[in-house]
C-alpha cells in the first residue's frame, strides 16, 4: 500500500497511509484550504503568519495519528474504523472556513458557523465516497459512542488547539506559545469512555492553557491584527451596500454570488449551489478585489480598500474601562478629517466595540486529571491550581478604532 509523507516545517515527516485519507486530501474542496490563511490579517502584524488552513488540518491530523498511537499502546480499545472515523474527523474540521478563517465568519452568511458549514461539506464528500465519512461525521458531531474520539477532535485539549499553538508560535515567531505537546500526548488516557490527562502532566497542561491565553492577547487579539480584521470586514459591508443599489463591482465569480444575493441561512443549507459557490471562495477572491476596488468611484470603499493594501490601518485602543467619551471625541475630530458631518460615513473610519478571550471554559468539555489514588478531578481542583477560578473567567475588553491622522 503506498503510503503519502509530506514534509512539514513543524513536525518533520508526517505519514497517511489511508487511502479514504487521500481521498479528502486531493478533493478540490479540501485544496480550497491552501487559499486560506490559518490567520486572518495577522501576517500585517506577524510577517511570517502566512501559513494556511491546509497546513493546520494536515498537523492536527498528524497529532490525532500520535494520541491514538498511544493511547493504543496503553489498551484503550479502539478499532481500525474508529481510528480511520477521527483522523478523517480531525482532517476535515476546518474544511468549512471562509476567506482570512475568523475575520470573515459570518460576513458571507449571517446565522451560520465555520462548524455547520464544515458538517454540509462532510456529509456532501460522505456521498461522493460511498459512505466512506459516516463515522467521522458521528465522532465531529459528538454522536458517537466512544466520547473520548469526538474530545480528540473539539474539546479544551483537543488535537485542534495543540496544533493551532505549535503551528502559530513557529510562524509568528511568538515563543509564548510553545507547549510540550509531545509530553501531554504521553500521558493522554481515557477512563469510563472519556479523554483525560495522567497527574504527572498536570504542569504541562497548565502551560498550555497559559500559552493559550498569551498566544490570544499577543497574537490573535493584538489591537493592530483586530483593527486590520474590522478594516476588512468594514470594505466587505460597504460592498456589499454598494451592490445592493445596483452598481457593478468588480469581483470573482464566487465573490459575485455573496455580495449581490443577499442568503440567508436556510437558503444556504437547502439549495447545493450556495455551498457550491462558497467552495470556490477563497482569500485570493478578496485580495484581488481589494486591489481593484482602490480605484473605485465610491469614496468610502476606495478610501479603505487603500487603507489595506498600503497598510495605513485604523489605529486603535483597548481597555477594560468604558471608552464612550473617547470615541465621542474621536468622532468629532473624524468630521473635520472626511470632511462630513454624514454619521454613517463617519461610522466606517470611527466606531467602538468590545473583544473577549475565555482562557478556560469551565462550562465547556473540562480537561480531566486521572489522579494516582485512582480518582479523576479538573484541571482548575488540582492541588495548588495554577488554572484558577479566576483565571477562568473571560476577560472583556472595549475598543475604539479610528483615522490613523
Known amino acids: 500500500m503506498k503510503v503519502k509523507i509530506i514534509n512539514d516545517p513543524v513536525y518533520g515527516f508526517l505519514r497517511f497511509p489511508e487511502p479514504e485519507v487521500m481521498a479528502v486530501l486531493a478533493h478540490p474542496w479540501f ?29 492536527a491530523c498528524h497529532l490525532m495519528q500520535e494520541a491514538l498511537y498511544i493511547l493504543r499502546t496503553k489498551g484503550i480499545k479502539f478499532s481500525d474504523e474508529e481510528a480511520l472515523g477521527a ?10 472556513h471562509g476567506p482570512f478563517s475568523h475575520a470573515l465568519e ?5 446565522g451560520i458557523s465555520h462548524e455547520e458549514i464544515s458538517l454540509m461539506i462532510m456529509r456532501k464528500l460522505d456521498q461522493e465516497m460511498a459512505g466512506a465519512l459516516g463515522t467521522a461525521i458521528q465522532i465531529f458531531q459528538g454522536q458517537y459512542s466512544s466520547k473520548f474520539l469526538h474530545q480528540l477532535v473539539s474539546s479544551q485539549l483537543d488535537m485542534d488547539r495543540m496544533d493551532y499553538l505549535n503551528r502559530d508560535s513557529f510562524f509568528t515567531g511568538v515563543s509564548e506559545g510553545v507547549i ?15 479523554l483525560m490527562v495522567e497527574e504527572k502532566a498536570v504542569h504541562s497542561v497548565e502551560k498550555f492553557i497559559i500559552a493559550r491565553r498569551l498566544m490570544y492577547w499577543q ?19 460597504r460592498a456589499r451596500a454598494i451592490a445592493e443599489q445596483g452598481t457593478t463591482l468588480f469581483c470573482t465569480p464566487a465573490l459575485h ?24 471562495l477563497d482569500d485570493n477572491d478578496i485580495t484581488a478585489s481589494i486591489k481593484v476596488w482602490q480605484n473605485e468611484k465610491d469614496p468610502i470603499l476606495s478610501r479603505l480598500c487603500r487603507m ?12 477594560s474601562g468604558s471608552l464612550n467619551d473617547e470615541l465621542a471625541t474621536k468622532k468629532l475630530r473624524a468630521q473635520s478629517l472626511l470632511n462630513t458631518t454624514d454619521e454613517q460615513t463617519i461610522n466606517y473610519f470611527v466606531f467602538g466595540g468590545s473583544t473577549k478571550s475565555s482562557t478556560y471554559n469551565l462550562d465547556d468539555e473540562r480537561i480531566q486529571i486521572a489522579l494516582k489514588t485512582g480518582k479523576t478531578c479538573d ?22 478604532c479610528y483615522l490613523n491622522e
Not at 308 to 319: F, M
Open 308 to 319: 489595506l493594501v498600503q497598510r495605513k490601518l485604523y489605529k486603535v485602543k483597548l481597555s
Open 106 to 110: 459570518h460576513v458571507f452568511v449571517s
Open 379 to 400: 484541571i482548575s481542583d488540582v492541588e495548588d491550581p495554577l488554572v484558577s477560578k479566576a483565571l477562568a473567567r473571560p476577560v472583556v475588553k472595549n475598543y475604539i
Open 87 to 96: 483522523r478523517l474527523a480531525i482532517l476535515l474540521h476546518d474544511v468549512g
Open 180 to 194: 510540550g505537546y509531545d509530553r501531554i500526548l504521553e500521558m493522554l488516557t481515557v477512563q469510563h469512555e472519556e
Open 219 to 237: 497574537v490573535y487579539l493584538h489591537k493592530t491584527v483586530l483593527g486590520a480584521e474590522l478594516l476588512i470586514i468594514n470594505i466587505l459591508k
Open 257 to 280: 454570488h455573496f455580495l449581490y444575493n443577499k442568503i440567508s441561512e436556510q437558503e444556504f443549507k437547502e439549495n447545493p449551489k450556495h455551498l457550491e459557490a462558497y467552495c470556490a
Open 31 to 59: 485544496q480550497r484550504l491552501r487559499h486560506i490563511k490559518q490567520m486572518g490579517m495577522a501576517q500585517l502584524v506577524y510577517p511570517g503568519a502566512v501559513h494556511t488552513r491546509l497546513h493546520h488540518s494536515l498537523g
